[in-house]
């Protein structure tokens, strides 16, 4: 089992940067693709960023791509979030996401709220 636990959210104007993180338990987090998902109030978790097992692939939602960057460290048992020239629409709790093999697992989620 894998747990995930979420940081670096916070309150940050237009046009800021932040840097979320996501440290996993477990000495497996090398073998896990992983995601970051956002999700605002009164919408549906949408996919933001993942990152393949061995951090040779990334793909990005269309309306983060040239702003954000992820990353990992497998040694640290961390997958890292960069986020540039931020948007008020970027406002949400964001989590990160582990899988492998049909196994799913999800941490608690970091508030990101962007001010205009």
């Known amino acids: 089992q894998v747990q995930l636990v979420e940081s670096g959210g916070g309150l940050v104007q237009a046009g800021g940067s932040l840097r979320l993180s996501c440290a996993a338990s477990?000495?497996?987090?090398?073998?896990?693709?992983m995601y970051w998902y956002r999700q605002a109030p009164g919408m549906v978790r949408e996919f933001v960023a993942s990152i393949s097992w061995r951090g040779d692939g990334t793909y990005y939602a269309d309306s983060v791509k040239g702003r954000f960057t992820i990353s990992r460290d497998n040694g640290k048992s961390t997958v890292y979030l960069q986020m540039n020239s931020l948007k008020p629409e970027d406002t949400g709790k964001y989590y990160c996401n582990a899988v492998r093999f049909g196994e799913d697992y999800w941490g608690q989620g970091t508030q990101v709220t962007v001010s205009s």
């Open positions: 477990g000495r497996t987090f090398g073998t896990y693709d």
